[in-house]
Antibody, heavy 118, light 109 residues
Protein backbone atom coordinates (compact mmCIF):
# COMPACT_ATOMS: atom_id res chain seq x y z
CA UNK A 1 0.00 0.00 0.00
CA UNK A 2 1.37 3.39 -1.02
CA UNK A 3 1.51 5.82 1.88
CA UNK A 4 2.82 9.32 2.39
CA UNK A 5 3.05 10.36 6.03
CA UNK A 6 3.74 13.99 6.81
CA UNK A 7 5.19 15.52 9.95
CA UNK A 8 2.93 17.09 12.56
CA UNK A 9 1.45 20.55 12.89
CA UNK A 10 3.80 23.44 13.58
CA UNK A 11 3.31 26.78 15.33
CA UNK A 12 6.04 29.30 14.56
CA UNK A 13 6.79 33.00 14.84
CA UNK A 14 7.56 35.33 11.93
CA UNK A 15 11.23 35.07 11.03
CA UNK A 16 11.55 31.47 12.23
CA UNK A 17 12.92 28.76 9.99
CA UNK A 18 11.05 25.50 9.41
CA UNK A 19 11.48 22.15 7.68
CA UNK A 20 8.55 19.77 7.32
CA UNK A 21 8.76 16.20 6.05
CA UNK A 22 6.93 13.67 3.93
CA UNK A 23 7.87 9.99 4.26
CA UNK A 24 6.92 7.61 1.48
CA UNK A 25 6.39 3.86 1.66
CA UNK A 26 4.93 1.08 -0.46
CA UNK A 27 6.46 2.28 -3.72
CA UNK A 28 9.82 3.17 -5.20
CA UNK A 29 10.29 6.56 -3.54
CA UNK A 30 13.59 7.36 -5.22
CA UNK A 31 12.16 6.86 -8.71
CA UNK A 32 9.11 9.15 -8.55
CA UNK A 33 8.63 12.91 -8.41
CA UNK A 34 7.22 14.47 -5.25
CA UNK A 35 4.99 17.54 -5.49
CA UNK A 36 4.19 20.08 -2.78
CA UNK A 37 0.89 21.96 -2.63
CA UNK A 38 -0.32 24.81 -0.42
CA UNK A 39 -3.86 25.45 0.75
CA UNK A 40 -4.37 28.69 2.63
CA UNK A 41 -7.30 28.87 5.06
CA UNK A 42 -10.58 28.70 3.14
CA UNK A 43 -8.81 28.83 -0.22
CA UNK A 44 -7.97 26.54 -3.11
CA UNK A 45 -5.02 24.30 -3.84
CA UNK A 46 -1.83 25.71 -5.34
CA UNK A 47 1.09 23.72 -6.67
CA UNK A 48 4.28 25.04 -5.06
CA UNK A 49 6.58 22.87 -7.15
CA UNK A 50 8.22 19.50 -7.53
CA UNK A 51 11.38 17.57 -6.69
CA UNK A 52 12.82 14.53 -8.43
CA UNK A 53 14.49 12.18 -5.93
CA UNK A 54 16.44 10.56 -8.76
CA UNK A 55 18.72 13.56 -9.31
CA UNK A 56 17.37 16.22 -6.89
CA UNK A 57 16.06 18.30 -9.80
CA UNK A 58 13.65 20.92 -8.49
CA UNK A 59 10.98 22.93 -10.25
CA UNK A 60 9.36 25.84 -8.44
CA UNK A 61 6.12 27.52 -9.40
CA UNK A 62 6.83 31.23 -10.01
CA UNK A 63 5.05 32.39 -6.84
CA UNK A 64 7.23 30.17 -4.67
CA UNK A 65 10.62 30.52 -6.39
CA UNK A 66 13.13 31.78 -3.83
CA UNK A 67 10.62 31.45 -0.98
CA UNK A 68 10.98 27.74 -0.18
CA UNK A 69 13.39 24.86 -0.78
CA UNK A 70 12.61 21.27 -1.68
CA UNK A 71 14.93 18.37 -0.93
CA UNK A 72 14.90 14.62 -0.42
CA UNK A 73 16.82 12.01 1.57
CA UNK A 74 16.46 8.81 -0.41
CA UNK A 75 18.12 6.76 2.33
CA UNK A 76 15.00 7.25 4.46
CA UNK A 77 12.44 7.77 1.66
CA UNK A 78 11.69 11.29 2.86
CA UNK A 79 11.04 14.60 1.11
CA UNK A 80 11.34 17.99 2.78
CA UNK A 81 9.86 21.45 2.38
CA UNK A 82 11.88 24.19 4.01
CA UNK A 83 11.53 27.90 4.81
CA UNK A 84 14.42 30.15 5.92
CA UNK A 85 12.25 32.92 7.30
CA UNK A 86 8.53 32.41 7.80
CA UNK A 87 5.91 35.10 7.35
CA UNK A 88 2.35 35.25 8.65
CA UNK A 89 1.18 34.70 5.08
CA UNK A 90 2.80 31.23 5.13
CA UNK A 91 0.01 30.06 7.45
CA UNK A 92 -1.57 27.20 5.52
CA UNK A 93 -1.99 23.47 5.12
CA UNK A 94 0.82 21.92 3.11
CA UNK A 95 0.44 18.64 1.24
CA UNK A 96 2.97 16.38 -0.42
CA UNK A 97 1.97 14.12 -3.29
CA UNK A 98 3.70 11.30 -5.17
CA UNK A 99 3.83 10.98 -8.94
CA UNK A 100 3.68 7.19 -9.36
CA UNK A 101 1.62 7.22 -12.56
CA UNK A 102 2.86 9.18 -15.58
CA UNK A 103 1.49 12.69 -15.59
CA UNK A 104 -0.44 12.60 -12.33
CA UNK A 105 0.15 12.98 -8.61
CA UNK A 106 -1.95 10.06 -7.42
CA UNK A 107 -1.03 9.60 -3.77
CA UNK A 108 -1.23 12.32 -1.15
CA UNK A 109 -0.02 12.88 2.38
CA UNK A 110 -2.44 13.82 5.15
CA UNK A 111 -1.18 17.40 5.24
CA UNK A 112 0.87 19.49 7.66
CA UNK A 113 -0.72 22.59 9.17
CA UNK A 114 1.74 25.45 9.59
CA UNK A 115 0.65 28.41 11.70
CA UNK A 116 2.81 31.53 11.80
CA UNK A 117 1.78 34.01 14.47
CA UNK A 118 3.62 36.63 16.58
CA UNK B 1 1.17 29.83 -15.22
CA UNK B 2 -2.24 31.18 -14.21
CA UNK B 3 -4.75 29.01 -12.40
CA UNK B 4 -7.21 27.14 -14.58
CA UNK B 5 -10.73 28.57 -14.45
CA UNK B 6 -13.55 26.61 -12.80
CA UNK B 7 -17.04 27.75 -11.79
CA UNK B 8 -17.14 28.52 -8.05
CA UNK B 9 -20.13 26.29 -7.45
CA UNK B 10 -22.38 23.64 -8.93
CA UNK B 11 -25.31 21.74 -7.52
CA UNK B 12 -27.79 18.99 -8.22
CA UNK B 13 -30.34 16.81 -6.53
CA UNK B 14 -29.60 13.19 -5.62
CA UNK B 15 -29.64 11.05 -8.73
CA UNK B 16 -29.07 13.96 -11.08
CA UNK B 17 -25.88 14.80 -12.97
CA UNK B 18 -23.58 17.75 -12.55
CA UNK B 19 -20.81 18.86 -14.89
CA UNK B 20 -17.83 21.02 -13.94
CA UNK B 21 -15.70 22.82 -16.50
CA UNK B 22 -11.99 23.58 -16.30
CA UNK B 23 -10.75 26.15 -18.80
CA UNK B 24 -7.08 26.63 -19.51
CA UNK B 25 -4.99 27.58 -22.49
CA UNK B 26 -3.13 26.01 -25.39
CA UNK B 27 -0.09 25.83 -23.10
CA UNK B 28 -1.71 23.56 -20.51
CA UNK B 29 -5.12 21.87 -20.87
CA UNK B 30 -5.10 22.18 -24.65
CA UNK B 31 -1.56 20.87 -25.04
CA UNK B 32 -1.42 17.71 -22.94
CA UNK B 33 -3.45 14.62 -22.02
CA UNK B 34 -2.35 15.06 -18.40
CA UNK B 35 -5.54 16.53 -16.97
CA UNK B 36 -6.65 15.18 -13.62
CA UNK B 37 -9.47 15.85 -11.17
CA UNK B 38 -9.33 15.76 -7.38
CA UNK B 39 -12.11 15.57 -4.79
CA UNK B 40 -11.55 17.21 -1.42
CA UNK B 41 -13.87 16.88 1.54
CA UNK B 42 -13.57 19.44 4.37
CA UNK B 43 -10.48 18.85 6.47
CA UNK B 44 -9.28 16.03 4.24
CA UNK B 45 -6.48 15.56 1.73
CA UNK B 46 -7.31 15.66 -1.98
CA UNK B 47 -8.28 12.36 -3.59
CA UNK B 48 -7.60 11.55 -7.23
CA UNK B 49 -10.83 10.88 -9.15
CA UNK B 50 -9.79 11.18 -12.82
CA UNK B 51 -6.43 11.23 -14.60
CA UNK B 52 -5.27 11.42 -18.21
CA UNK B 53 -8.50 13.33 -19.00
CA UNK B 54 -10.84 10.34 -18.64
CA UNK B 55 -9.24 7.47 -16.71
CA UNK B 56 -10.50 6.38 -13.29
CA UNK B 57 -8.17 5.05 -10.61
CA UNK B 58 -9.13 1.75 -9.06
CA UNK B 59 -11.96 2.19 -6.58
CA UNK B 60 -13.44 5.37 -8.06
CA UNK B 61 -17.09 4.81 -9.03
CA UNK B 62 -17.92 4.91 -12.74
CA UNK B 63 -20.37 7.71 -11.93
CA UNK B 64 -17.33 9.95 -12.34
CA UNK B 65 -16.23 10.65 -15.90
CA UNK B 66 -13.95 13.12 -17.63
CA UNK B 67 -13.57 14.63 -21.07
CA UNK B 68 -11.72 17.37 -22.89
CA UNK B 69 -12.35 19.59 -25.88
CA UNK B 70 -9.72 22.09 -26.92
CA UNK B 71 -8.62 24.12 -23.91
CA UNK B 72 -11.52 23.01 -21.68
CA UNK B 73 -11.77 19.83 -19.65
CA UNK B 74 -14.88 18.64 -17.87
CA UNK B 75 -15.79 16.38 -14.97
CA UNK B 76 -19.26 14.87 -14.89
CA UNK B 77 -20.74 13.25 -11.82
CA UNK B 78 -23.77 11.16 -12.70
CA UNK B 79 -26.29 9.80 -10.22
CA UNK B 80 -25.29 12.30 -7.56
CA UNK B 81 -25.02 10.95 -4.05
CA UNK B 82 -24.77 12.78 -0.74
CA UNK B 83 -21.12 11.79 -0.35
CA UNK B 84 -20.25 13.55 -3.61
CA UNK B 85 -20.71 16.90 -1.88
CA UNK B 86 -17.17 18.25 -1.82
CA UNK B 87 -14.74 20.62 -3.50
CA UNK B 88 -13.37 19.53 -6.86
CA UNK B 89 -10.14 20.71 -8.45
CA UNK B 90 -8.77 20.11 -11.91
CA UNK B 91 -5.03 20.00 -12.52
CA UNK B 92 -3.08 20.07 -15.75
CA UNK B 93 0.51 19.57 -16.79
CA UNK B 94 1.81 22.82 -18.23
CA UNK B 95 5.23 21.88 -19.53
CA UNK B 96 7.65 21.32 -16.59
CA UNK B 97 5.07 22.43 -14.02
CA UNK B 98 1.49 21.56 -13.10
CA UNK B 99 -1.30 24.02 -12.40
CA UNK B 100 -4.55 23.66 -10.41
CA UNK B 101 -7.96 24.99 -11.22
CA UNK B 102 -9.68 27.52 -8.98
CA UNK B 103 -11.92 24.86 -7.48
CA UNK B 104 -15.66 24.13 -7.58
CA UNK B 105 -17.87 23.46 -4.59
CA UNK B 106 -20.45 20.81 -5.45
CA UNK B 107 -23.59 20.84 -3.34
CA UNK B 108 -26.07 17.97 -3.28
CA UNK B 109 -29.46 19.57 -2.74
Amino acid sequence: EVQLVQSGAEVKKPGDSLKISCKGSGYSFSMNWIGWARQMPGKGLEWMGFVNPVDSETRYSPSFQGQVTFSTDNSINTAYLQWRSLEASDTAMYYCAAHTTDGVFDYWGQGTLVTVSP
Amino acid sequence: HSALTQPPSASGSPGQSVAISCTGTSRDVGAYKYVSWYQQHPGKAPKLMIYDVNKRPSGVPDRFSGSKSGNTASLTVSGLQAEDEADYYCSSYAGSLHVFGTGTKVTVL
